[in-house]
């Protein structure tokens, strides 16, 4: 497992302490994991004229700071703020990520900072492009992968089953000659299993609970609040 699959064990339970769904660019730093992170110095948005905008154009603002083209359908959007800053998070839940490829699943914006970050998932976890890191664009064949592992998911004894249209979690599924290896993360536990591409069998499944992040949302001196409107 890489420094990047530990640290999204971490940044779900911190995530869920605070009832927001990903703060995707904050939590990375704090945890100084390796997102590639650009900043736009053209850029100055103060908290408080951003506070009196709607929550799509704080979509759109954000889109204007990440460097490449990016459809809002393809992302489960988060936008939060605090007192000093305003943060809007794209996450793709469930990443299929094919063989010998590496993209950007994850993309953090700070609005306030003019901070954009840009979580890369790879298969192998250690493989690395000769080309600029892209932003992983959906396809029809790779919702096909995915569509087969939820149903061997949800067919099967061994794992939980998965609400596709409600999942909130981090699921990464990487394709492979023969199966499927799937890494999903939630707010308690990871689980970990491979799904057989000729029968959908689950197989080499294995779980690990963890504590919780040691704070609540009560403790934070000035928490994140998510618009939602």
Do not use: C
Not at 145 to 157: G, K, L, P
């Amino acid at each position: 497992m890489t420094i990047l699959d530990n640290g999204l064990l971490l940044i779900n339970s911190m995530v869920h302490s605070i009832s927001i769904n990903l703060l995707v660019f904050v939590v990375f730093v704090m945890l100084n994991l390796p997102v590639t992170v650009a900043q736009n110095n053209t850029v100055d948005y103060q908290i408080e004229h951003l506070k009196k905008l709607s929550r799509d154009s704080l979509i759109n603002l954000a889109i204007d700071l990440i460097d490449q083209p990016i459809q809002k359908e393809n992302f489960d959007i988060t936008v939060m703020a605090n007192q000093s800053d305003m943060v809007v998070s794209f996450r793709t839940p469930i990443k299929f990520v094919p063989q010998q490829s590496i993209h950007y699943y994850d993309i953090g914006v700070i609005l306030t900072s003019n901070q954009t970050s840009y979580n890369s998932v790879a298969n192998p976890q250690d493989f690395l492009s000769k080309n600029q890191t892209s932003i992983f664009l959906p396809t029809e064949e790779g919702t096909k992968h995915i569509n087969f592992v939820i149903a061997a998911i949800n067919e099967s004894n061994e794992v939980g089953a998965v609400d596709r249209e409600n999942f909130k979690d981090n699921m990464v599924i990487r394709d492979q000659d023969e199966f499927y290896d799937v890494l999903v993360i939630s707010s308690n536990q990871e689980s970990w299993y491979k799904i057989d591409k000729a029968k959908g069998n689950v197989f080499d499944y294995g779980h690990a609970h963890f504590a919780a992040y040691p704070f609540v949302e009560e403790e934070l001196p000035d928490p994140y609040i998510e618009i939602k409107e």
